[in-house]
């Protein structure tokens, strides 16, 4: 038996073992991608975590803060000076009433310096864009603590 007619007659092995390994190769990429992804959003969950706890709030869990905002901070990031996510900014600083008892309040400071401070993580490029309505709201301690 000759060297070209064995490997001729165990070419598909060779093609396997060769698309096995490339896609094994490729799946190694995307997960290592994942797990680099998965670690930034950690990082900056717990920065988050940590600028809440000093600012006096009770600490958030990371988990959920990780899921929530992810790596680019989600929905917070997109547009935050925008008519309408400022408007629905300003509902959440009421008193928590819907209909005719919903009354805009004082915010208290701390609250509203760990909102800005999630668009100091997680897009601080744009935190330009909402930084002065931030420094036109009217806030108190208005928290006990």
């Known amino acids: 038996m000759s060297p070209t007619r064995f490997a001729s007659e165990h070419r598909w092995l060779y093609i396997g073992a060769i698309v096995l390994l490339v896609a094994l190769a490729v799946v190694g990429v995307i997960r290592y991608e994942n797990v680099k992804t998965d670690n930034q959003a950690t990082k900056k969950a717990e920065q988050l975590a940590d600028a809440a706890e000093d600012a006096g709030l009770p600490r958030p869990d990371v988990n959920t803060l990780k ?79």
């Open 67 to 145: 899921r929530a905002l992810g790596n680019d901070g989600g929905q917070v990031c997109d547009k935050p000076g925008s008519a309408l996510n400022t408007a629905l900014w300003k509902i959440n600083l009421g008193n928590g009433a819907t209909g005719p008892g919903m009354r805009p309040v004082i915010a208290d400071t701390e609250a509203v310096r760990a909102e800005a401070k999630i668009l100091e993580i997680y897009c601080p490029d744009k935190l330009h864009r909402i930084q002065d309505k931030i420094d036109d709201l009217r806030t108190d301690d208005t928290v006990r603590r």
